[in-house]
């Protein structure tokens, strides 16, 4: 269920086969992006189809639609069972923006889900209302910095000085005043805050 809402979120159009739907999906399926059907698989529910997610456990159903994908050069994953895969599903945490995923390469998808519930733990939910605010400074970080390399290094000298620890903490003004005084020297009132 969680990878069919994944897609829904992504904005794709999805066709579900499957013998039971999860009734939080049924919903979903007033949006008319969701179709579910109770049909077995065919080779023609891949025509107009970019990318296919199996978690059947059938071996010969899933080479039928290993070579089927090929042949019509879309991306297929299998969970849990690598050589049927053309994709991999990286597992992601979602604080939006902020999205971080990351894999295993198939070699241990237990692992890359025990690592995805370990990293959300530690990553604190503002991260995203972070990444916003610090968006909010690009312009005038850039006016400033025009150059690459020193634009780099100022958000690197002010994201290890602790303005995300500031920040997270729920102190604004003071995270403000880090990036203010990392600036060049000019007047304040040259300064237009975001």
Not at 84 to 108: D, E, M, N, Q
Not at 110 to 134: F, H, S, V
Not at 176 to 185: A, S, T, W, Y
Request: hydrophobic share 45%; proline share 5%.
């Amino acid at each position: 269920m969680g990878k069919v809402e994944a897609l829904l979120r992504a904005g794709a159009r999805v066709l579900l086969l499957a013998e039971r739907v999860d009734p939080v999906l049924v919903a979903q399926m007033d949006s008319g992006r969701l179709i579910c059907s109770q049909e077995s698989f065919r080779p023609d529910h891949l025509n107009d189809v970019w990318f296919v997610l199996s978690t059947l456990q059938d071996s010969d159903v899933n080479a039928i639609l290993q070579v089927e994908a090929e042949r019509r050069r879309i991306f297929v994953n299998v969970v849990d069972h690598r050589r049927y895969c053309s994709a991999l599903w990286p597992a992601v945490i979602h604080r939006p923006p902020v999205t971080v995923a990351f894999s295993t390469g198939g070699a241990s998808p237990a692992l890359a889900g025990y690592l995805r519930r370990k990293i959300a733990a530690a990553l604190p939910e503002k991260m995203g209302a972070l990444a916003t605010w610090l968006s909010g400074w690009r312009g005038m970080i850039s006016v400033r910095f025009p150059e690459l390399t020193a634009r780099g290094n100022f958000w690197r000298r002010v994201l290890d000085d602790g303005v995300v620890e500031r920040y997270l903490a729920g102190d604004i003004h003071g995270a403000e005043k880090m990036i203010l005084q990392e600036l060049p020297h000019q007047s304040l009132d040259d300064q237009a805050r975001p």
